[in-house]
């Protein structure tokens, strides 16, 4: 319900210590954005199993050489601390043991999208281009396309491909190999 | 069916361990309001006069008969804790020292309404008709009346009296005295 007071936003920092606090416990399945605390949505199998499909698809291509993070907060600029479902980190040997992944880090976010996409495509999108993150897929569930995000310019992203099924999307920042849309959204 | 990503609410336990644990801190002027923090208007000259003007009223109406409480937390039934501009409250063993005042504790709050009377209206009345507050008087300083709100029934205030200048007001819950409306707006 909508209240007409203004909210207090609550600021990374104040975020991180209810984590610590304790305040914010495991069963919180929440995010930062912009400030405000969201709830996160359920993970219905077809979600899970496209997260899992992209991460293994991940492993086999690229092996150790990046990081794949899945469901896990990285911190952002813009007063926000979300967990994409699927990142890939640069490696940074230990430093994830000791600080959150940011923006420097990321080499594409992807948002899996069956009752989110709204918001995947309406509140995540421009958060993530706003902050720079080069690409950004969301795997649409709903349509059965992958929407290949790239090249933030003043808060947007400039190139949109939508890749559909029976075609693959090349993995971005010069890594190798391409990812097929029928795999990654299962049948 | 699409969904937009719903916002966090937060229990009244939650809130006041944030600021036990100093997450929140004086310097967040804020309110829990339905689950909401929420930031407080910044109090002018206007406003605190008149919250000073009834607390020395009621002071001295009162007596021993009740406790005046100047902008300080209630815990509300409904994931809320508001500090409203003045509350009247029972004597308690123990005076509030562990716990803020609850409902049963209550006996009127007083909201000061200089550019806040719309959603004074619109969130704050209705939280408190909500919680079972016997009654809640908006001051407003715009349209120069005092609003008193009665009878709480299923979420709703039943009764409502603009008193005007030149009418008195009585305190409600059998407290001695009657409060004159021009003493409040001054």
């Known amino acids: 319900m909508a209240i007409s007071i203004p909210r207090k936003l609550i600021s990374v920092d104040e975020y991180e210590r209810m984590i610590e606090e304790g305040v914010l416990t495991k069963y919180d399945r929440v995010e930062l954005i912009r400030g405000e605390i969201r709830e996160k949505m359920p993970i219905n199998p077809p979600h899970a199993g496209c997260v899992i499909e992209l991460t293994s698809i991940f492993y086999d291509l690229l092996g150790k050489t990046v990081v794949v993070s899945v469901q896990s907060p990285v911190r952002l600029p813009n007063g926000s601390m979300p967990e994409p479902d699927v990142a890939l980190l640069k490696r940074q040997g230990e430093a994830y043991h000791r600080r959150r992944p940011t923006v420097e880090d990321i080499i594409l976010l992807i948002e899996v999208a069956d009752s989110t996409l709204k918001s995947d495509r309406e509140e995540k999108m421009p ?19 992958i929407e290949v995000y790239s090249n933030p310019v003043g808060g947007t992203y400039q190139r949109v491909h939508i890749a559909r099924r029976g075609e693959s999307v090349v993995l971005p920042g010069g890594l190798p190999g391409a990812v097929s849309v029928d795999e990654v959204l299962g049948s | 069916m699409a969904v937009t990503l719903t916002r966090k609410l937060w229990t009244v336990d939650e809130y006041e361990e944030m600021i ?15 689950g909401e923090i929420v930031k407080m208007a910044a109090i002018g000259p206007r406003h605190a006069t008149c919250i000073r003007r009834l607390e020395k009223l009621f002071y001295g109406l009162l007596d021993e008969a009740g406790i005046v409480s100047g902008q300080n937390p209630i815990r509300l039934p409904n994931d809320s804790e508001p500090e409203p501009d003045v509350a009247l409250l029972r004597q308690r063993v123990g005076d509030y020292v562990q716990t803020h005042p609850t409902v049963e504790d209550v006996y009127l709050v007083v909201e000061v309404a200089v550019s806040t009377l719309a959603t004074d209206r619109s969130e704050k009345i209705p939280m408190y008709a909500e919680a079972g507050i016997v009654e809640a008087w908006i001051v407003s300083l715009e349209e120069d009346v005092i609003e008193v709100y009665s009878n709480p029934d299923n979420g709703e205030y039943k009764t409502m009296r603009v008193a005007q200048r030149g009418e008195t007001i009585a305190l409600p819950a059998s407290l001695p005295g009657v409060v004159s409306v021009d003493e409040v707006l001054g």
């Open chain 1, 127 to 145: 958060l993530y281009a706003e902050v720079g993150v080069p690409d950004y897929w969301i795997a649409n569930l709903v349509d059965g396309v």
């Open chain 2, 20 to 34: 036990e644990k100093g997450i929140l801190d004086e310097d967040d002027r804020v309110e829990l309001i339905r």
